[in-house]
Nanobody
Framework: QVQLVDSGGGLVQAGGSMRLSCVASGRTYSNYAMGWFRQGTGKEREFVAAISWNGGRTHYADSVKARFTISRDYAKSTVDLQMNSLKPEDTAVYYC???????????????????WGQGTQVTVSA
């Protein structure tokens, strides 16, 4: 059974940067797409970014495009989310997720992901 552990959240001022990391274990990490989602207080979970199983394709929500970058390190079994130019509306709990089926693309639909991290809080102050 795969496990995902998110880390890197915290408090940052608007305009600042933060890097989230997710470590995968227990499954062939390299065969699965990985994604980041977030959920603000009182809001539904929303897609943030995803990367295909081979790292060749990425997909971003319009709200974070050009500010956030998703990447993966196969040697470390990690997927990172570099967040720049942060805004107060980026405040949320961020979750990484592993694809449901092998050799998948960077899907924005949460139903395409089978395993989720525990989440890490990101707070952006105005």
């Amino acid at each position: 059974q795969v496990q995902l552990v998110d880390s890197g959240g915290g408090l940052v001022q608007a305009g600042g940067s933060m890097r989230l990391s997710c470590v995968a274990s227990g499954r062939t990490y390299s065969n699965y797409a990985m994604g980041w989602f977030r959920q603000g207080t009182g809001k539904e979970r929303e897609f943030v970014a995803a990367i295909s199983w081979n790292g060749g394709r990425t997909h971003y929500a319009d709200s974070v495009k050009a500010r956030f970058t998703i990447s993966r390190d196969y040697a470390k079994s990690t997927v990172d989310l570099q967040m720049n130019s942060l805004k107060p509306e980026d405040t949320a709990v961020y979750y990484c997720a592993a694809g449901r089926s092998p050799y998948g693309g960077p899907a924005p639909d949460g139903d395409e992901y089978a395993v989720w991290g525990q989440g890490t809080q990101v707070t952006v102050s105005a």
